[in-house]
């Protein structure tokens, strides 16, 4: 491990991703001590990270499908709504997850030096197991009503990536902002209720109103949703404001490492 100096009088910004690189060891160990504590001692197992979104399902399926009747095509509305549920699951648990992660490790924090950015990243692993648990019910549907990907299937990793980045990208801001801000830790889970109602997931962007779709796309994930449904279960193609919601997402990707860089100077001290 290389010899690292701290200078409190250095100025400027360095994202220092090398560094990153160098405690790889921390950010899997902190990770699958997460996913140990996690599920310790349960009978289902991994399970349990599916079960939330299949509930979520049953709601949509009975309330959208069958009462409002939205109109999804060709596509049976409860493959149409876990296709959006399964991006949807990651995005959510990293933003949950991540929020109150650097305080929730004050204790490392306080007394060594690592880079403060491993802890949410962990949180970013350990969401990959809500996701392929969600994403395996989705090939089991898929499976069942008989719909197979077309040739757009080979877009899915580019909007796979996407959700992931996003999710990391909400995640690495919230747990800079927390730690000035505890507020934070409140209305975490407000943005994550509302949030599913305001991306697309139990509905098509088409319903949308004209006038609304620019502001609406302003959501990064509304994009990231319509994208992973069009590759993977052959939906409407997504509105070129999908662009809108990529850029908006990797600005504040970038951003959000600046700023979090810029706060984990003083995290110890605040924490």
């Known amino acids: 491990m290389p010899k690292i100096i ?14 990153l690189y160098a405690y790889k060891d921390l950010l899997f160990t902190l990770a ?16 349990w990270a599916g079960l939330q979104p299949l509930a979520t399902l049953v709601i949509f399926t009975l309330v959208f499908g069958r009462v409002a009747k939205v109109d999804t095509g060709s596509i049976p509305y409860p493959l149409f709504a876990l296709a959006g549920m399964s991006a949807w699951t990651y995005f959510a648990f990293v933003m949950n997850q991540a929020g109150t992660s ?19 990243l962990s949180k970013s692993i ?13 090939l089991i549907l898929m499976t069942y009503y008989g719909i197979w990907p077309t040739v757009n299937v ?22 800079a902002l927390t730690v000035r801000f505890r507020d934070f830790q409140h209305i975490v889970s407000y943005i994550s209720q ?19 779709r620019v502001l609406f796309f302003l ?12 590759s993977l279960i052959g939906t409407e193609a997504p509105d070129p404001l999908m662009f809108l919601s990529a850029g908006l997402m990797v600005v504040l990707f970038i951003t959000g490492l600046y700023y979090f860089r810029k706060t984990e100077k003083t995290m110890a001290d605040i924490v």
Request: hydrophobic share 55%.
């Open 6 to 19: 701290i200078d409190a009088s250095t100025k400027g910004l360095n994202l220092n991703l090398k560094e």
């Open 32 to 47: 699958y001590r997460d996913l140990r504590v996690r599920y310790a001692q349960t009978v289902l197992g991994f399970l």
């Open 102 to 120: 650097v305080i929730g490790a004050r204790g490392m924090i306080t007394k060594i030096y690592f880079p403060r950015l491993i802890i949410p």
């Open 126 to 138: 350990v969401g990959l197991v809500d996701f392929f648990v969600t994403f395996s019910f989705l």
């Open 154 to 175: 080979v877009f899915f990793p580019f909007f796979l990536f996407l959700s992931l980045l996003s999710g990391l990208t909400v995640g690495i801001w919230l747990s």
């Open 194 to 212: 509302l949030g599913i109602y305001l991306t697309p997931i139990a509905y098509p962007a088409s319903l949308v109103p004209d006038h609304l």
């Open 219 to 230: 959501n990064p994930m509304a994009g990231v949703i319509e994208g992973f449904r069009w």
